[in-house]
Structures are given as structure tokens and as C-alpha cells.
């Protein structure tokens, strides 16, 4: 190797293959030492990793070493999240099996990330399209489904009339199929679903104990759980024998003499009464193009069948109101009605707009009149009750809606009711490509659980893709199972992607188990994730389908000792990069774009073409801003290129690319190569000199550095540790310009290159083969001795008004730093002809002086 310049290409080779033949870097597993547990969220294997994926691993890669270094068992495996949409459409699109497209993109993503150095232990490696896995991803779902935590119903889903298919809210495009350009229709299947609601309020309390989560991400959890506080309120139907009260629940039951309608769902009991009504056949599949999702379902415009029953408000029966179908209105949530109150609610304003109904204000705002005044803009502010009887001059809502339920509770029309906006999760997928539901149906249509002799159901081979509809339904051979001495045919919904990765995390804790999911035992030593590391964007369901698998395993039998799977939880940024169109408006990668002067941009096949640059925005391979990990490994290193995306921000802010940012972080790497050597020959100097002289500046420096990177590992601050290693750089240049360093050289030296291993673990590697032979580091211990600065700035204030600053011994006692303030020159024209009647002391901070 070169002596003034560092072959990363070389060592980073070398390294990468002494990890995978030597067991070394990992903690040995023994039970009586601390477990630390650090979890990436896995990645989909789409084929390249691209930076986010380094920057999530870099993150995690550093902890995990850290750990490791302080003497813990440490779990950082690494798995796959194989089955889902991508690989089907790569596969129907191209002509291709996509287990085997899966499997080739596992292999080229695995050698990406091994270049990175991560100290992965690929022994446990999972990948979620294997039946290793899914075949205990199987028998958890018989093990619900015995447990009441399973069960099929009809539900609405997003319907493609052209594929005749089902798809995801992201398939839905604008309303229309995502490959067929069709609208969108709802339509009821019978789907499969967790009963996930059932753990509302454990899963609401729950958060309350995960201290170690971004506040931001338990404030999204709990807004879609959606805990909130109403009442149940009866509606008495006039003058109609087929329905005689219509129930619903509401959060605002102080605004009932608002009401202007009651709407309820197309698929409310009282349907029946117009199953046959031909308006309302056309109404209700005009109901079906609204969509599914909530946001479908807010911007639709909303549209209402009016009925021939009329409403009583249940606090004044004077005022009687038209009862609507309406499609805003569904029925799993609440009892699929809602009273409309146009005047302080936007929806019902809209509503009542479009057909011409009453809109009475009931809330105004403290000493303003807004009768008569609401227009196009519902109010829904705090304020004043009036308009409403027995309930004027109550303040809402605080007061006004305790008030009201407790007449309505009275009166006996209804009573106080907690809801949740959580509703069941549907795992019911109309795919291929996914986990196959272990159950069958017998020529009754009775459910019959597939035994589990006969596990794993795995997916048939050589389909053709290209039908409309689900692919499994046309492989009758395949759906053909004798149950019992009786022939059945299975399940072909397969299950939605989110529950291959609610469950991994326990699988990492024992993944060779071949009888069950996981080892008890092992997931009792392990569990919960200490540290788990992903994007927000996974926030809610990601998270919260995880948080309820741990629960519902535990759910009557307490297997496992922890209610959460996370711990702690760290939310890092994206990466960004600026975005560029040619004149036609199609997007451009870096590489199709040159600059000269890092302002105008030209296109590299025509430089005369200049090129619109903009904004940067995180990297997406729709926009084309994307850079090749691989590319910056190949020319610039591994550790060049962990340094860059750990230096430039905080692990949970967003980095911005930068080409000049990357150069700098490999001649970084270079410039510590040349001092190594530099100190390396100190250091054999000194030995064959055997000089006495200890170096006491540089124990000083190392401690205080030591102890300042122990502060930032602990916070994530590792754009500081970076900034340290600035620092350490300049520090040991300059020392070793000195004739004799001091015999401490060594040691000292060895502690910094052990604290610089979790951020470019193949420079300190190979450095520390160079001054020494131990072959297990332990991470260095602070002297705090060395801690303490021996001169220190104190602030000087009069009246607590800050007047000087004055370089003092650290430690100073009060009275010895009161006597030199008095003779500092900057103090003293304050202290004239005054008395010092008081003095506030904060040691080694500041005095303040009171003076008369």
C-alpha cells in the first residue's frame, strides 16, 4: 500500500472479507452480559440500494458497533420485504417469475450493502417470500383466527370494472386504475380482517409509556386511532311503521338545534325500505365511484337521496328535519348516521348548500352576533351556546358538551359514548404475489382451517400474470385440498404485505427456528427492539400493525414478556438533491447535466441546451435526482462515503447531496491516512527511544473528545461526531510536529482510532493493525480527571446585568472570584461609591452582583 495515500478499494476488500470468515466483530452471545437490540426497518428489494437506504443503515450500523464496544450482545440482522405489488408488475410488465426477479435483486442489494461495511449478521438473514418464513407467518394467522382475532366480512375495497381487480389506495391514480385508466368503483367483497379495533385503548395508553418515541410520531398514532368523546343519540322517525328511531353518534351534541338533516349510509338498515326504489339503485352506484379511502371521500362531492322520513330532534320535538342517504356517510363508523349541522361543520355546509337547507348557527363567537352570516364557510371556533333553548350562554365546547349529554342521559334519548376512528384492518389482498391465507372453503362454503400438517400452502409456479382479476383464482388444480376426507378449495386472497413486517422482528430473535416463529426463550432475551430505526413516512401502520401483533400474540396467553416490539424509535431524514428538466419538461439525472460554474446547467449530449434546475427534494427515481451508492463506493470508498451522509445534519433532518461535500469526506479520509503514518513512526520513535515523558495534553484532549462523542452517540448527534473528527485530525497534526509526543502516544492514539470504528470502521480497522495487536477492542473508558478544564470563562453581571467576562481557575470559590471582579478594570466603574449587598453564585457559569 502507498504510504501517503489511503487505497480504500484495497482495504475496503480486505475488511469486508476478514467480517464475513471471522465471527470477531459480533458480541458473543452470553446470556449474564447486557442485550442491546438494534433493528433497520428492512428493505423491499427493488434491486440497487439508493442513499436513503444508506443513511437508515449507516445510522444503525454505528449504534450497533458502538454497543458492541461496550461490551453488549448485540443483535443487528438484516431481512428482506419480498412479497408485495413491485415484483408482480416487474413481472407482468416483463415476462417474468417474480420470485426469481426477487431473489437475483436480493443478491445484487446484499453484495451493495456488504461494500458498506455494516456489521450485519447475515446468519439471520430473512427474506418474507420464503416459506421458511410465511410458513409461521401461516400458522400466526390460524392462532388468531382460534383467538377471535380473525374473521371475514363484507367490506367496501377500491374496484378495477376493467382488470377486474382490487386495488391498493396508492393503485388509485386520480380516481382511476393505475394500468387500466378506468374509474374506480366501490364495490363489497367478503375480505378478511385483524380485529385490530378491539385494542383501541391499550394501543391509545400504550404510547404513553414509549418515552424513547419522536413526540411527533405517538401525535400521528394517536390522531389515527382517533379516540373521541361524543354521545349516542336517538332520532325519532314520524309517522312510518318500518322504522321507528334511527341511531348515531356525535362529538358536538351541543350543536343539536343546528340540525338541518340526518344522512346515513346507503348501506344503512333502512336501505331495504328502497332496495327496489330505481332512483335509489342509481343513486347507490353512483355512491360506488366515490372511492374508499378518506381522502376519496372528503374531496368527492357530496351527493344525497332524499327519503320520505322525517326526523324529531330529540331536544326540541318541534323541529323536524328530512332523513338522506349521503355518501360521505359509512357504516363502520359509528352506527352509519350522522346529523347534519351545516352552520359548524364544512361537510354538512356543503351538503346543505347543494340542497337548499336550513343553516342555524348555534355557536358565536364571545360578544359578536354571527346570525344570518354564515355563507360559504362553516364556523367551527370556540364560543357562546344561544339559539338553542335550555343550553344558551353555556361556553363551547369545554362546558356545552358535558352539559348537553348530561340532559341527553336524563331524558334517557341516548347516553355518553367513547368511538375510535381505528377501524378493523383488512389483509385481504387480490394478488399473486403474497403470503397465500391458510384457509379453505367445502362445497357448503364453510370456512375450514387448513391443517397444519399441511402447511406451508405455497404459491403455484409458471402462472400467467397477465388475467384479469386475481391470478390465483384460475389455477383450479392448485385450489384443490382434501380437508378431513373432504375436498375443499382454498383461500385465493393473499395477505396484505403490512403483516410479512409486523411480525420480523421476533423472527430475528431465533431465525433458524424451524418449529415455530420464534423461540420464546430468545424473544424474551431480545425483545423489545432497543433501538429501531426508519423513515416517518412508516409512522403510522407500519408501527401501529406491529404494536398490535406483539399484542395480539400475547392476547390470553402471554407469551411474550413485552407489550411493544419498540423501545426506542428514531425517525432519520431523507436525502435530497436537486431536480432538472430539459426544455421539454422531462426529468434528468445528475449524470445527463454539467456545470461550469456551479450556477447554469447545460445537458451534456447538446451543451448548448441549458438545463432548468430545481428545487432540491428528496431523492425519487420518478424525478431521476437520485445518486448510485455504488458509483460513490466505487470511486470515493466506503468510509468516504458513511462520512459524507453522517456529516452535513442531523440523523433526523434531511442531508442535502452534494458532490463537493463527497469529495471533501474522501480527502478526509486521505489527509488521516498521511497523519497515521505520521504517527505511527512517533510511535516507534518513542519506543526505541524510550523516553519518560508523558504527554499530559494528550490525555486531556482524548478524554474530553471521548467524552464528547459518548454525549453525541447517546443523542444521534453523529453530524457532531463527524465535526469531532475534524477535530482529533488537527489536534494529533499538530502534536506530532513536536520532537519528543510523550510515551502516552500510543494508548491515547489507540482510544481514538476504537471511538472512530462506528463511523469509517475499515480507516480505524486497518490503522489499528498498525499500532496494535489486540484482536477484541473494548470501548475506552473516560478518566474524569481529565475533564475538568483548568481555566474556565465565568460571566460577570451588576444588578443582573451581564458586564464582563473573566478567564478564571476552574472550581473558584465564591469569595476568591468576587475579590477579582472587583479589581477586573471593566467591573470596577460599576462598583463605585455602590455596596455589594448580595451576590448570586452559579459555579463555573457566572455572579451576579446586587449592588446599592
Known sequence: MESDRYNFKLVDKKWQKFWEQNKTFKAEIKKDKKKFYCLEMFPYPSGKIHMGHVRNYTIGDVLARYKTLEGYNVLHPMGWDSFGMPAENAARQNNLDPK?????????????????????DWDREISTCSSNYYEHQQKIFLELYDKGLVYRKENYVNWDPIDQTVLANEQVIDGKGWRSGAIVERKKLNQWFFNISKFSEVLLEGLDELNEWPNKVK???KNWIGKSFGSEINFKIEGNSE???????????????????????????ISKIYEKNKEFIKFKKECSKTGTTEEAISQAEKIGFKTSLIAINPLNENQKVCVYFANFVLMDYGFGAVFGC????????????????????????????????????????????????????????????????????????????????????????????????????????????VPLEKLPITLPKNINLNTTGNPLDHQKEWGEITIN??????????????????????????????????????ANYWMPVDQYIGGVEHAI?????????????????????????????????????????????????????????????????????????????????????????????????????????????PPEKDVQW???????????????????????????????????????????????????????????????????????????????????????????????????????????????????????????????????????????????????????????????????????????????????????????????????
Not at 425 to 441: D, H
Not at 501 to 510: D, E, P, T
Request: with cysteine; hydrophobic share 35%; proline share 4%.
Open 100 to 120: 426469481e426477479w426477487t431473489e437475483e435483486n436480493i443478491v445484487n442489494m446484499k453484495s451493495q450493502l456488504k461494500k458498506l461495511g455494516l456489521s450485519i
Open 219 to 221: 401525535v400521528m398514532q
Open 243 to 269: 322504522v321507528e328511531n334511527i341511531k348515531c353518534f356525535t362529538t358536538r351534541p351541543d350543536t343539536l338545534f343546528g340540525i338541518s338533516f340526518l344522512a346515513v349510509s346507503v348501506d344503512h338498515p
Open 342 to 449: 351545516p352552520a359548524h361543520d364544512q361537510r354538512d355546509l356543503d351538503f346543505a348548500l347543494k340542497y337548499k337547507l336550513d343553516v342555524i348557527p348555534v355557536i358565536k363567537p364571545t360578544n359578536k352576533d354571527i346570525n344570518n352570516k354564515i355563507e360559504k364557510e362553516a364556523y367551527t371556533g370556540p364560543g357562546v351556546i344561544f339559539n338553542s333553548q335550555f343550553l344558551d350562554g353555556l361556553k363551547a365546547p369545554e362546558q356545552s358538551i358535558i352539559e348537553t349529554i348530561k340532559i341527553i342521559e336524563q331524558k334517557k334519548i341516548g347516553e355518553r359514548r367513547i368511538n375510535f376512528r381505528l377501524k378493523d384492518w383488512g389483509v385481504s389482498r387480490q394478488r399473486y404475489w403474497g403470503c397465500p391465507i391458510p384457509i379453505a372453503y367445502n362445497k357448503k362454503n364453510d370456512i375450514v382451517k
Open 485 to 522: 376426507g373432504e375436498q375443499c378449495r382454498l383461500e385465493t386472497d393473499t395477505l396484505d404485505t403490512f403483516v410479512d413486517s409486523s411480525w420480523y422482528f421476533l423472527r430475528f430473535c431465533s431465525a433458524k427456528n424451524t418449529d415455530d416463529a420464534f423461540n420464546v426463550d430468545e
Open 541 to 649: 401502520l407500519h408501527l401501529l400493525y406491529s404494536r398490535f401483533f406483539v399484542r395480539a400474540l400475547n392476547y390470553k396467553t402471554n407469551k411474550i414478556n413485552t407489550p411493544e416490539p419498540f423501545k426506542g424509535l428514531f425517525t432519520q431524514g431523507m436525502v435530497c438533491h436537486e431536480t432538472y428538466k430539459d426544455k421539454n419538461g422531462k426529468w434528468l439525472s445528475p449524470e445527463e447535466v454539467f456545470s461550469k460554474n456551479n450556477q447554469d446547467y447545460y445537458l451534456k449530449e447538446n451543451n448548448l441546451e441549458k438545463i432548468t434546475v430545481g428545487p432540491s427534494e428528496s431523492m425519487s427515481k420518478s424525478k431521476k435526482n437520485t445518486i448510485n451508492p455504488q458509483t460513490m463506493i466505487e470511486n470515493y470508498g466506503a468510509d468516504a462515503v458513511r462520512l459524507f451522509i453522517l456529516s452535513d445534519s
Open 658 to 852: 452534494s458532490d463537493q461535500g463527497m469529495i471533501a469526506a474522501y480527502k478526509f479520509i486521505q489527509k488521516f491516512w498521511v497523519l497515521h503514518k505520521k504517527i505511527k513512526q512517533k510511535i516507534e520513535f518513542e519506543k526505541n527511544n524510550n523516553q519518560p515523558f508523558v504527554n499530559e495534553k494528550i490525555n486531556e484532549f482524548t478524554n474530553q473528545m471521548l467524552n464528547k462523542i459518548n454525549i453525541s452517540l447517546n443523542k444521534f448527534s453523529y453530524n457532531v461526531i463527524v465535526a469531532n473528527l475534524h477535530e482529533i485530525y488537527s489536534f494529533y497534526n499538530k502534536t506530532t510536529e513536536s520532537k519528543n509526543v510523550g510515551n502516552n502516544l500510543q494508548d491515547n492514539y489507540i482510544k481514538i482510532l476504537t471511538i472512530m470504528l462506528p463511523i469509517v470502521p475499515h480507516i480505524s480497522n486497518e490503522c489499528l493493525s498498525e499500532v496494535t495487536d489486540k484482536k477484541i477492542l473494548n470501548w475506552p473508558k473516560v478518566e474524569n480527571k481529565y475533564l475538568k478544564n483548568k481555566e474556565i470563562i465565568i460571566v460577570i453581571q451588576i444588578n443582573g446585568k451581564k458586564r464582563s467576562l473573566i478567564k478564571v481557575k476552574a472550581d473558584i470559590e465564591e469569595k476568591n472570584l468576587i475579590e477579582l471582579a472587583k479589581d477586573a478594570k471593566e467591573i470596577k466603574k460599576y462598583l463605585e461609591e455602590k455596596i455589594i449587598i448580595k451576590s448570586i453564585f452559579i459555579k463555573n457559569k457566572l455572579i451576579n452582583l446586587i449592588v446599592k
